[in-house]
């Protein structure tokens, strides 16, 4: 019995995680996995009723579950960052989910947006540290609103931060036994304080010998992936950079409408969540595309370990985007939010029954 804490937060996010909970039931009749789930209500509609972002109680209580499943957070009627801080930074940090796993696939030609290239060319893993960098929040300001301010954050990386994010990414390429090659991804020639990255790369290198060790800058990589993205099979990077070039990879798979994503600490209780945001502007419409959230919980029951189940879940939207009976990803697709959900599970359903 999995025990899975619900936070559908802000925005879409109500809506995406339903249909991701809808997709979810259907494989777990199919499979026959039990689960349990508890709703949390966290976002800003709870913060200004309320005044409560997330309790500091809540952590020792979400250690409880298996995994968790968010929708999305952020609110224009909330200072920025602020949720985004407590809700997601808060679960990051205090339950130590250190890797930000993001798997990039295309699954049918017609969604890259990049001219000749196939879904073989591009199929790859984004291994971000996930609780260090200029996420700590380590710095400030001073002489704010006068000529003189100074605004200083802090890039911080730790031996033990990046070594196990380094270490994570060989053993996602050893697992993948696919071009059995890691990319570290960093910006060591202007930011000296990223040689810890470098060397740390080496020495972990040194214990995966039939792995391949490559290396590229943020700013190439970036280039890379839009020119050749059939080079990278896994990559590694600090944190900010992380998020920045999974954007970009996810626009190359199709969009923010099918990116997921990991927050893991391999063994403990880990997050699982689409990675684009709350589009406040579509909330309530029944038009945002729910595949994302959908694809992460797929992630969710690789990790807890239903392999069946979540090929299930990814065959089915494969399926569902290379048939073109779903066209597009975004909330043009012409399906609706709950229209998407009942597609794939009714092709869930029919790909089960099938095998
Ligand atoms: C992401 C998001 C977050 C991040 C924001 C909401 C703080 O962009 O998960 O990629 O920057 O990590
Ligand atoms: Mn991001």
């Known amino acids: 019995m999995y025990r899975i804490a619900v936070l559908p937060g ?6 995406v995680v339903r249909e991701g909970m809808k997709v979810l039931k259907a494989v777990s009749e199919i499979r026959g996995f039990r ?4 709703m949390y209500p966290f976002g800003a509609d709870h913060y200004l009723k309320t005044g409560e972002m997330m309790p500091e109680s809540v952590f020792s209580e979400l250690r409880q579950f298996h995994a968790l499943f968010l929708g999305a957070i952020g609110d224009p009627r909330v200072e920025t960052g602020l949720l985004e801080h407590a809700i997601i930074g808060g679960v990051r940090f205090k339950l130590d989910l250190y890797i930000n796993l993001r798997p990039v696939k295309l699954y049918a030609e017609h969604l890259c947006p990049l001219k000749d290239k196939k879904p073989e060319q591009i199929d790859m893993v984004f291994v971000r540290e ?12 001073f ?10 954050a802090t890039m911080l990386y730790t031996r033990k931060g990046c070594e196990r994010a380094i270490r994570y990414a060989f053993e996602v390429a050893r697992a993948r036994n696919k071009q059995k090659k890691v990319t570290l991804i960093d910006k060591a020639n202007a930011i000296r304080a990223q040689d810890i990255w470098t060397r740390t790369f080496a020495e972990v290198g040194k214990e995966y010998p039939e792995i391949q060790q490559d290396h590229a800058y943020i700013d190439a990589a970036c280039m890379w992936l839009v020119k050749n993205p059939e080079w990278f099979d896994v990559a590694v990077s600090p944190n900010i950079f992380g998020d920045i070039i999974t954007d970009l990879a996810a626009v190359i798979q199709g969009g923010l409408g099918i990116a997921a994503s990991g927050n893991i600490h391999p063994g403990q209780v880990s997050m699982f969540e689409p990675i684009h945001g709350s589009a406040p502007k579509y909330r309530g419409k029944n038009v945002a595309n729910p595949i994302a959230t959908i694809m992460a919980a797929q992630m969710m029951l690789e990790f807890l370990g239903e392999k069946a189940a979540a090929s299930l879940i990814e065959r089915a939207v494969a399926e569902l985007l290379s048939s073109k009976r779903i066209r597009s990803l975004g909330a043009d697709s012409g399906h609706s939010t709950s229209e998407i959900g009942d597609m794939v599970t009714a092709e869930v359903r029919r790909l089960g029954s099938s095998t």
């Open 35 to 38: 689960y349990e789930t508890k």
């Open 143 to 152: 002489k704010q609103g006068t000529p003189d301010e100074v605004s200083i």
């Open 130 to 141: 996930n609780t260090e960098d200029a996420y700590t929040r380590i710095g400030g300001t």
């Open 10 to 15: 802000d925005g879409i996010g109500e809506e």
